[in-house]
């Protein structure tokens, strides 16, 4: 067996005190990404791992991009068509995961989700660069394909056919918005001693903040 007992490291950079943190969490999640983006050690702030519910019950976790946040709550975008959407299709209940190592920081988002409206799903692929956009109409997103070249090949066909025109967004692209409904926070403390502090969405719609041992 090869173990990795001795891997473990110390935290010791911070502390997550409930007389510092704000009230409400999207104003936490703002001042921790905005943490993250200054870091130069961190690489891609806001990388989440996106987790959906299967039909067999089990989750299934993949990397997307957060592209904004606001204080309804989180949007990526995304293939409809895609394993994910499927999922969300089925259980539009997801969860969100930021990890930061440099500031031995996690954030753990649990939200309901929709798909954004088309219009701001339009705005959003009309201004990525037109190579992105025609990626995302050559794939088609977590479809078995025969092999490599099938995509190079469809590439080729689109950047003639679209050469002077604009590429309409594909039905099945767009954005979903997670709206959160329970934020936890963790700061890395030293000798396992790490703060948790949970927000809650009561049914006042109230966020109500707890600690949770670590
Ligand atoms: C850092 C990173 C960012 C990613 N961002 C996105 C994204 O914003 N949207 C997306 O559809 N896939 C993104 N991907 C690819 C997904 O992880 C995944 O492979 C793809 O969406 C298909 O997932 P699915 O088959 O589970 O639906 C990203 C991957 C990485 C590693």
């Given at each position: 067996?090869e173990?990795?007992?001795?891997?473990?490291?110390?935290?010791?950079?911070?502390?997550?005190?409930?007389?510092?943190?704000?009230?409400?969490p999207?104003?936490?999640?703002?001042?921790?990404?905005?943490?993250?983006?200054?870091?130069?050690?961190?690489?891609?702030?806001?990388?989440?791992?996106?987790?959906?519910?299967?039909?067999?019950?089990?989750?299934?976790?993949?990397?997307?991009?957060?592209?904004?946040?606001s204080?309804?709550?989180?949007i990526?975008?995304?293939?409809?068509?895609s394993?994910?959407?499927?999922?969300?299709?089925?259980?539009?209940?997801?969860?969100?995961?930021?990890?930061?190592?440099?500031?031995?920081?996690?954030?753990?988002?649990?939200?309901?989700?929709?798909?954004?409206?088309?219009?701001?799903s339009?705005?959003?692929?009309?201004?990525?660069?037109?190579?992105?956009?025609?990626?995302?109409?050559?794939?088609?997103?977590?479809?078995e394909?025969?092999?490599?070249?099938?995509?190079?090949?469809?590439?080729?066909?689109?950047?003639?056919?679209?050469?002077?025109?604009?590429?309409?967004r594909?039905?099945?692209?767009?954005?979903?918005l997670?709206?959160?409904y329970?934020?936890?926070?963790?700061?890395?403390?030293?000798?396992?001693?790490?703060?948790?502090?949970?927000?809650?969405?009561?049914?006042?719609?109230?966020?109500?903040?707890?600690?949770?041992?670590?």
């Amino acid at each position: 067996m090869e173990n990795l007992y001795d891997k473990r490291k110390v935290y010791d950079r911070s502390e997550l005190l409930e007389s510092e943190v704000r009230d409400n969490p999207i104003e936490q999640f703002r001042d921790w990404f905005l943490d993250a983006e200054e870091n130069p050690n961190v690489r891609e702030a806001n990388a989440m791992a996106l987790s959906t519910v299967e039909t067999d019950g089990c989750p299934r976790t993949r990397m997307v991009l957060l592209k904004a946040y606001s204080w309804e709550g989180f949007i990526f975008y995304t293939n409809y068509e895609s394993r994910k959407g499927r999922a969300i299709e089925e259980v539009p209940l997801v969860c969100l995961h930021f990890f930061w190592p440099t500031l031995e920081r996690q954030i753990i988002i649990k939200a309901k989700v929709e798909k954004l409206p088309a219009n701001l799903s339009d705005g959003y692929f009309h201004a990525r660069p037109k190579g992105s956009q025609l990626g995302a109409v050559v794939s088609p997103q977590s479809s078995e394909i025969p092999k490599r070249q099938f995509l190079e090949n469809r590439l080729q066909e689109l950047e003639k056919e679209y050469e002077n025109r604009e590429v309409p967004r594909p039905e099945n692209w767009g954005g979903y918005l997670a709206r959160p409904y329970e934020i936890e926070f963790w700061q890395g403390r030293p000798n396992r001693l790490h703060d948790r502090l949970i927000y809650v969405l009561d049914e006042q719609l109230e966020w109500k903040l707890s600690r949770l041992a670590p």
